[in-house]
């Protein structure tokens, strides 16, 4: 079982920045991947941004190139941490922001295993 903890979430202006976390812990996830999810109030839980813990491998939704960039550290097998730096938010990245970790690297949320309590992100304008 992998446990997973998002910090980093609050509330930022429209052009602001935030930097989400991702500490990781348990089953060792090497060869994983870890991904971000987000959901909006009456909206479905959507695909952020995905990297690979071994190789580093990234995908991003189209919504959020060029402003968001995941990154991973990997302390030992057992313990990786992944972070989403959101720059230039918009009003429409206002959501629930989850971490999520899945045995390949993919955009459907089914594929996941592992899932955060979630982390709330407002930005105002």
């Known amino acids: 079982q992998v446990q997973l903890v998002e910090s980093g979430g609050g509330v930022v202006q429209v052009g602001g920045s935030l930097r989400l976390s991702c500490a990781a812990s348990g089953r060792t996830i090497s060869n994983y991947a870890m991904g971000w999810f987000r959901q909006a109030p009456g909206k479905e839980r959507e695909f952020v941004a995905a990297v690979t813990t071994s190789f580093g491998i990234k995908r991003y939704a189209e919504s959020v190139k060029g402003r968001f960039t995941i990154s991973t550290i990997s302390r030992d097998n057992a313990k990786n941490t992944v972070y989403l730096q959101m720059n230039s938010l918009k009003p429409e990245d206002t959501a629930v922001y989850y971490c999520?970790?899945?045995?390949?690297?993919?955009?459907?949320?089914?594929?996941?295993?592992?899932w955060g309590q979630g982390t709330q992100v407002t930005v105002s304008s």
């Open positions: 999520a970790s899945s045995r390949s690297l993919t955009y459907a949320a089914v594929e996941y295993e592992n």
